[in-house]
């Protein structure tokens, strides 16, 4: 039986005149269209192809060779292209667009508007539908992270306290307002760092690495940087964060802390507008 709304590995079982018949075991033979069979790879009777399986627009379970932006089971930003009287319809990267009931929506969306949702296969239709509220589909154990684990992130929505954000596909997290230095939206994808396991279970992120070895790596690229540059950098304890994310991608919090304990070390000496190497 075929995956719907997964890719699958299926056996070609036929050829015809517009595509290839593909055997999806209990759901029965899949057409992949003409268009879709890969020209760099002839396709013979018995050989293996990967194909994505979905409903078609006419509701015929078909298989494509092209890449939708997420499949079931993922957690994704998809932009709303139409809207009717059940809902709004997400662009998937595929020629039939994915639902978002109103039913399945957290707030009112309108088209042009990007919605991060989780795709799932609805049990009375077979059919892959979208939907805003996530809770129910992140893992409910205690997270077993480590201050300092580097993971992905996917930034969900700004709360007054900072940006939620899904850990690895499977927990809630916080990038707090302090250590978001840089723009943050919904649906953006990050590298982040866990900061703290709370004791209420909560999970406090970062968007840099943590801890004394992740302070001492900063120093190190500060004092490269400024090797690098004749011995001087147009950074300062008094620069913006902006400036200071553009040339290492930390906080400013965290740029005056290593330059701090450079000058502590008498390595560097701190200017208004400037560093110098000493």
Do not use: C
């Not at 075991?25 to 879709?36: Q, V």
């Not at 760099?40 to 060779?65: C, H, M, N, Q, R």
């Amino acid at each position: 039986m075929a995956d719907i709304g997964r890719f699958n590995r299926l056996q070609v079982v036929k050829h015809t005149g517009f595509g290839l018949y593909l055997n999806g075991g209990n759901d029965g033979d899949i057409l992949l269209p003409k268009r879709y069979i890969p020209k760099d790879e002839p396709s013979e009777v018995g050989d293996w192809l990967d194909v994505f399986i979905y409903f078609d627009s006419e509701d015929k379970i078909i298989a494509t060779t092209e890449q939708p932006k997420a499949q079931v089971g993922d957690f994704v930003s998809l932009k709303v292209i139409a809207k009717n009287n059940v809902g709004v319809f997400l662009d998937w990267g595929l020629p039939k667009d994915v639902l978002l009931p109103f039913s399945e929506q957290k707030k009112p969306l309108e088209v042009g508007d990007y919605a991060v949702v989780h795709l799932y296969l609805d049990k009375h239709t077979s059919r892959v539908i979208a939907t805003s509220r996530l809770d129910r589909y992140l893992d409910k154990t205690p997270a077993r992270y480590k201050a300092g684990e580097q993971v992905e992130l996917l930034i969900v929505e700004r709360t007054d306290l900072g940006h939620k954000a899904i850990i690895n596909g499977l927990h809630w997290g916080l990038v707090h307002k302090n250590e978001a230095f840089k723009f943050l939206r919904g649906g953006q994808r990050e590298q982040g760092y866990i900061r703290e396991m709370r004791a209420d279970g909560k999970i406090s992120l970062s968007l840099q690495p943590v801890g004394a070895a992740a302070a001492d790596q900063l120093q190190d690229q500060i004092l490269q940087k400024l090797l690098d540059n004749d011995g001087t950098l147009p950074l300062s304890d008094k620069s913006t964060p902006e400036a200071i994310s553009r040339a290492f991608g930390v906080s400013k919090g965290n740029f005056k802390k290593a330059i701090g304990g450079l000058l502590k070390q008498e390595k560097i000496s701190i200017h208004s507008d400037h560093i110098e190497l000493l």
